[in-house]
């Protein structure tokens, strides 16, 4: 088995939780556990084999992107 940590600062870990969270059970071959604590959030990603953990660490860190740039904008035009 393979294992992967990601953690972000962030301003809201929580609302990459929230977002990045439902994909946890859709990836193959993967099991992923999602929290946020002390304003990190923590993406734990174990897999099977090196492909899995490939596109496991592609989907959460594109996911979690797309949710910084969006809460970027969201700010902006606040």
Do not use: C, F, H
């Not at 969270?21 to 946020?36: F, H, K, M, N």
């Not at 596109?55 to 594109?62: F, G, I, P, Q």
């Not at 996911?63 to 969006?70: A, F, G, L, V």
């Amino acid at each position: 088995m393979l294992t992967a940590v990601l953690r972000i600062e962030s301003e809201n870990p929580e609302s990459i939780v929230a977002s990045v969270g439902p994909e946890a059970e859709d990836l193959p071959r993967t099991s992923v556990q999602i929290y946020s604590e002390d304003g990190v959030a923590t993406v734990r990603i174990i897999a099977t084999d090196s492909s899995a953990m490939r596109a496991a660490v592609n989907s959460y860190l594109e996911s979690i992107t797309i949710t910084e740039d969006i809460e970027g904008i969201i700010k902006v035009k606040q």
